[in-house]
Structure formats: structure tokens, C-alpha cells
T-cell receptor, first 115, second 116 residues
Framework: DTGVSQDPRHKITKRGQNVTFRCDPISEHNRLYWYRQTLGQGPEFLTYFQNEAQLEKSRLLSNRFSAERPKGSFSTLEIQRTEQGDSAMYLC?????????????FGPGTRLLVL | AQKITQTQPGMFVQEKEAVTLDCTYDTSDPSYGLFWYKQPSSGEMIFLIYQGSYDQQNATEGRYSLNFQKARKSANLVISASQLGDSAMYFCAMSALQGSARQLTFGSGTQLTVLP
């Protein structure tokens, strides 16, 4: 399967712990996005990479969040000192430049529960 | 700023009938794209259909069509011949250039239930 993959699919952690999620994009896609989705809402943009460069960060991305894409392939999203409000689905998407019709393809997401 | 509004939290449709899911949008960007995604209970967002702001014709993809009315700023999704497997959450989204990224702005979604 050559779609976007994410690991782990589920994560339960205690408040104050650090967690790290991984995203593997579609291999020929140089653009990678992270979104957060809380219950009953649509996803919200967190951050964007073009190749290895992090070019955009949302104000939602507090200083406890850090994302990397070291070789322009897979990406990691780390949350330090987790809080209960971080409980959400974290979605990764990838795309290739296509002018206006740049379709983002999503992975299955990582569901985080902070106790 | 971009905004997507989906006013139908839930919709029911009988199997084999057609259903329309509403979406209105707001943007000051003259160049934008409109997308519909399907999210089953498993959580994955599945791309369904795309409409560009300059496209003259409404987009179609199999049983999905997008009723694009630019003057009204609406981009409704029409699903024909509904199937039980169409039961899912449906999100309308808009892509517009914000900084260097074509971020997607999503609506709050419509939960579609197909009845046998």
C-alpha cells in the first residue's frame, strides 16, 4: 500500500508525559501537513513542511509541540508535558504541487488520549 | 480568513436515493479549491471530489457530484444512489494560499446515515 501511514494508531498517556507520533507520506509527495481534530469538529491545521523545511506553523501549535521532517521523507510530531486538552486525533496529510488542485491525502490518524 | 459552514449536523437518506449535503464558504482569495472528504468511524479522511474556483463545469466523480454556485459561495455535494457504505461523516474543505501553504480549512461536518 502506498498511502499515507501513521504510527501509532492509538496512544494513551498520563498528563505530563511526552509523546511522539510518526507520519510516512506518499513517497513522491514533497509536502506534508499535520492537523488536529477534536471530537465533533473538522480538522485544524497545525503545521506544514515542504521537503525538510517547516514553512508554516499555526498559532494552535504551542511551544510544547515540535515537528520535524529531517530528510524530507517521514515526519514526527512531539508533544511535551501533555495536557488533557491535547486529547484529539492527529492527522497527517501529504501532497505534491499541482497549482490550485493540490489534493491532500490523509493518513489514518493517531488518536491520543491524555488521562 | 477562510471559513466553511456546514449547517446540517446530521442527515438521513434511504438506500438507493440521492442526497445533497450543504456547504457554504467565505474567502477573499480569488483562487481557491473546494474539496469534500469522507471520514468513516475508523477515522481516515478519504478524498472524494475537487472543484477549482475557476472551473466552469461542476465536478463529478462516479456517484459524487459537486453543485458549485460561485455567486452564492456554495459547494454542495450530491451523492446519487446512496449505499449503506456511504454512512460516514462528510467534511467540506477549502484550500487557499495562506503564507506559503495551501492549508485546508474544514467545516464542522455532516453525519450521513443511509437507511436500508
Amino acid at each position: 500500500d502506498t498511502g499515507v501511514s501513521q504510527d501509532p494508531r492509538h496512544k494513551i498517556t498520563k498528563r505530563g508525559q511526552n509523546v511522539t507520533f510518526r507520519c510516512d507520506p506518499i513517497s513522491e509527495h514533497n509536502r506534508l501537513y499535520w492537523y488536529r481534530q477534536t471530537l465533533g469538529q473538522g480538522p485544524e491545521f497545525l503545521t506544514y513542511f515542504q521537503n525538510e523545511a517547516q514553512l508554516e506553523k499555526s498559532r494552535l501549535l504551542s511551544n510544547r509541540f515540535s515537528a520535524e521532517r529531517p530528510k524530507g521523507s517521514f515526519s514526527t510530531l512531539e508533544i511535551q508535558r501533555t495536557e488533557q486538552g491535547d486529547s484529539a486525533m492527529y492527522l497527517c496529510a501529504s501532497s505534491a504541487p499541482a497549482g490550485g488542485q493540490e489534493t491532500q491525502y490523509f493518513g489514518p490518524g493517531t488518536r491520543l488520549l491524555v488521562l | 480568513a477562510q471559513k466553511i459552514t456546514q449547517t446540517q449536523p446530521g442527515m438521513f437518506v434511504q438506500e438507493k436515493e440521492a442526497v445533497t449535503l450543504d456547504c457554504t464558504y467565505d474567502t477573499s482569495d480569488p483562487s481557491y479549491g473546494l474539496f469534500w472528504y469522507k471520514q468513516p468511524s475508523s477515522g481516515e479522511m478519504i478524498f472524494l471530489i475537487y472543484q477549482g474556483s475557476y472551473d466552469q463545469q461542476n465536478a463529478t466523480e462516479g456517484r459524487y457530484s459537486l453543485n458549485f454556485q460561485k455567486a452564492r459561495k456554495s459547494a454542495n455535494l450530491v451523492i446519487s444512489a446512496s449505499q449503506l457504505g456511504d454512512s460516514a461523516m462528510y467534511f467540506c474543505a477549502m484550500s487557499a494560499l495562506q503564507g506559503s501553504a495551501r492549508q485546508l480549512t474544514f467545516g464542522s461536518g455532516t453525519q450521513l446515515t443511509v437507511l436500508p
